[in-house]
């Protein structure tokens, strides 16, 4: 297997970012007719469950393309579903909220995951497999050189930055629902500059346990 480097794991992210929020929101301009935009961020539009499913995809890749198709079929349905079944639990032991539902499939788990979807997780990676890898690691062979490391570094800056900001916004987001008063001034603060009306237009998606 190749040598897999941080820079190579952080371009895949921020791939996978881009790529989720441009998937799912053509999906919904196909299916419903509207474009959505399912960003997960506080700043700017990055879906991360794909940011980090994308490189899970290309790292069990590297192990498995030369397996059968039925071997690849059942790794990545399964990598997938764990990463989708992982951040649902978060949202729904950690926030008490919900951003996807799939109640309404049969067999489904918590409506967090169900047969359905591990059997669209394993699709998408056997095409990942097949025709992407290849693809991929020729755009990673250009992501090199001291300039794309600097990028990366000043980028991986911005995004634990956002991806705090996002954390600290949506815990507050959750606590006011279900009545918390802020304790300290950088609640105070959030509460001011993220309110409810803002939270809910930002991920208009999500949903909190309660409202079911």
């Known amino acids: 297997m190749q040598n897999v480097t941080y820079f190579d794991i952080f371009w895949l992210f921020m791939i996978g970012n881009l790529a989720g929020v441009l ?25 991360l469950v794909y940011g980090i499913g994308i490189p899970v ?6 192990f498995v393309s030369h397996k059968h198709w039925f071997y690849i079929f059942v790794v990545m349905a399964s990598l997938g579903s764990i ?3 992982f951040c649902g639990l978060l949202l729904r032991f ?28 394993g699709a998408l990676g056997l095409v990942f497999c ?12 250009y992501t090199t050189g001291w300039w794309w490391n600097l990028a990366a570094i000043l980028l991986s800056v911005y995004m634990v ?19 918390k008063a802020s304790a300290n001034k950088l609640g105070q603060w959030i509460d001011q500059h993220y309110p409810d009306d803002k939270m809910q237009e930002k991920y208009f998606y999500w949903h909190f346990l309660d409202e079911d």
């Open 57 to 62: 995809f290309y790292i069990a890749s590297l």
């Open 94 to 121: 950690g926030l008490r909220m919900r951003a996807w539902d799939y109640r309404n499939h049969f067999w489904n788990v918590q409506g967090i995951i169900s047969p359905k979807m591990v059997l669209i997780w």
């Open 130 to 141: 097949d025709f992407l890898l290849d693809p991929v690691q020729i755009i990673l062979s």
């Open 23 to 47: 998937l799912e929101g053509t999906w919904c301009k196909v299916r419903y007719g509207k474009w959505e935009t399912h960003s997960v961020t506080i700043l700017g539009a990055f879906n």
């Open 161 to 179: 930055y956002n991806m705090l900001l996002t954390l600290v916004c949506v815990i507050r987001w959750s606590q006011r629902h279900y009545g």
């Open 83 to 85: 990463v989708e079944y």
